[in-house]
């Protein structure tokens, strides 16, 4: 085996004292030795650079990054993305844990199958203690067996509930093109972007362990946490449904005109859903759509006859102008 690192484990933290050891031991402990932990302090006000340090001096394979100021949650995400030189990356969060060979399995997957862009293990929520608790289910984002960009992107768009899979382990060299938006759902955004360039596998073993540290929040309770993160939440989903749709217009190019619309339907039943100022969602839509002509008449249905009479239209369209595009 090589000695240069194959796979890179990226850990943006922010105040994870209480678990930063534990999560780090998870680390330095997989079967696959050949590993580089970057390690990106997010000005942590406890003692979590601290501890970091103690334990980078015990395993050169740990690397640290201090940030003199707080850069956000994105930035500091992006950054170790950014770094990393080794054909695989994982982010893992300072305070979850990873099942021994964690990363062997990822990599022998993403190894003997080339044409994969990531794979992810079913997940186990823990509390404080380590012991299990209950939790959503990890959310189906597999495409090994659906054919097309367009049918991936609709499926990943479809099934994210929870981001447990924003956890598993990707080819590096996908990180050019990730967008760029520091809004709710920027994890989303970017396993959108992992779905355009590959099939993504989940494998049927629970091997992460997601650490619940916060007791359930209202929605507003979310948001203000987000917005200590650097997150911008006062327009809601907007920025997300618009990023999705920005992304799907200029970075996919090679979609029909019919998978291309049947993808931004999906993001607009979403958005008019949960959006909590529907006309200025609307409104932002349609000047955005000025700009991108094969989108108007889709949102213009929106516009003009309501979600629910919108939606039987936008699936007219489909059948009746683009009756043979696959």
């Not at 979590?48 to 100021?69: G, K, Y």
């Not at 950014?82 to 060979?101: C, K, R, V, W």
């Not at 203000?224 to 650097?230: A, L, M, N």
């Not at 799907?248 to 959006?275: D, F, M, W, Y």
Request: proline share 3%.
């Amino acid at each position: 085996m090589s000695d240069r690192p194959l796979v890179t484990i990226g850990l943006a933290v922010y105040n994870e004292a209480p678990f930063i050891e534990e999560t780090l031991a998870a680390v330095i402990n997989q079967t696959f030795r050949n590993i580089t932990i970057l390690v990106s302090d997010n000005a942590s006000t406890d003692d979590t650079l601290e501890i970091v340090q103690r334990l980078a001096r015990t395993d050169d394979r740990i690397v640290l990054i201090r940030n003199s100021e707080n850069v956000g949650s994105l930035n500091n995400h992006m950054q170790i993305l950014q770094l990393s030189n080794t054909e695989y990356f994982m982010f893992l969060g300072g305070h979850d844990l990873i099942a021994p060979d964690y990363i062997e399995a990822a990599v022998r997957c993403l190894s003997k199958s080339p044409g994969l862009s990531m794979v992810y293990f079913k997940h186990q929520y823990i509390g404080s203690d380590g012991q299990f608790i209950n939790g959503p289910p990890t959310s189906d984002i597999d495409t090994t067996a659906v054919n097309g960009t367009g049918t991936r992107l609709l499926k990943t768009f479809l099934a994210l509930g929870n981001c447990s899979c924003f956890h598993g382990v990707f080819r590096t060299s996908l990180r050019r093109g990730i967008p760029m938006v520091g809004c709710v759902g920027a994890d989303n955004l970017i396993l959108f972007h992992i779905a355009a360039n590959g099939p993504v596998k989940c494998l049927d073993e629970v091997k992460f362990f997601r650490r619940q540290t916060r007791a359930i929040e209202t929605e507003a309770e979310a948001y203000s946490r987000y917005e200590s993160y650097g997150i911008n939440t006062r327009q809601g989903l907007l920025p997300f449904t618009l990023a999705h749709l920005d992304y799907l217009s200029q970075v996919v190019p090679s979609l029909s005109i019919r998978e291309r619309l049947v993808v931004c339907n999906a993001i607009l039943e979403k958005g008019c859903t949960k959006h909590r100022s529907t006309l200025n969602f609307l409104a932002s839509l349609f000047t955005f759509a000025l700009c991108r002509r094969d989108l108007v008449i889709i949102i213009s249905c929106s516009i003009l006859f309501g979600r629910r009479l919108g939606l039987r239209l936008r699936r007219w369209l489909l059948k009746w102008r683009w009756p043979n595009e696959r």
